[in-house]
């Protein structure tokens, strides 16, 4: 059987992971082994935390509509019934939106989802 060298082959896949780790400290940035095993990390990492971020907005997006609303002596889950039952379809990223930018309009919001209740 022929013996396969893979000249360019290898270096072209080497290449594309050590740009893939430019940037990263010290060995990992410049030898192929510990450079690989860092991208695979790192980009498991970036997999997981494109999900992540999503849930991490939606927590931030229910503290803030909290806070607003026990400032009107109304719990989270009260408004969200009661807005629910109103008929109002926003979602809680403009919600928590309009709660910090236009105080004025999240207490008509409040009042909306009282009288529903």
Same mark, same amino acid.
């Given at each position: ?6 000249? &360019? ?6 290449k ?7 940037g990263?400290w ?15 990390r *790192? ?7 494109r999900?992540?971020? =999503?849930?991490?907005?939606r ?6 509509? &909290? ?16 807005? =629910? ?10 919600? *928590? ?13 409040v &009042?909306t ?5």
């Open positions: 059987m022929a013996r396969v060298k893979r000249g &360019n082959t290898r270096l072209k896949r080497r594309k992971i050590l740009r893939l780790a430019k990263y010290g060995t990992k940035s410049k030898l192929h082994r510990a450079a690989k095993e860092q991208v695979m *790192s980009l498991a990492y970036a997999y997981r935390d999900r992540q971020r =999503k849930r991490d907005f927590r931030l997006w229910i503290i803030r509509i &909290n806070a607003a609303a026990r400032q009107f002596d109304m719990s989270y889950s009260q408004l969200m019934c009661g807005l =629910k039952m109103a008929g109002v379809q926003l979602d809680r990223k403009v919600l *928590s939106d309009i709660a910090i930018r236009d105080p004025k309009s999240f207490e008509t919001l &009042n989802a009282r009288q529903a209740l």
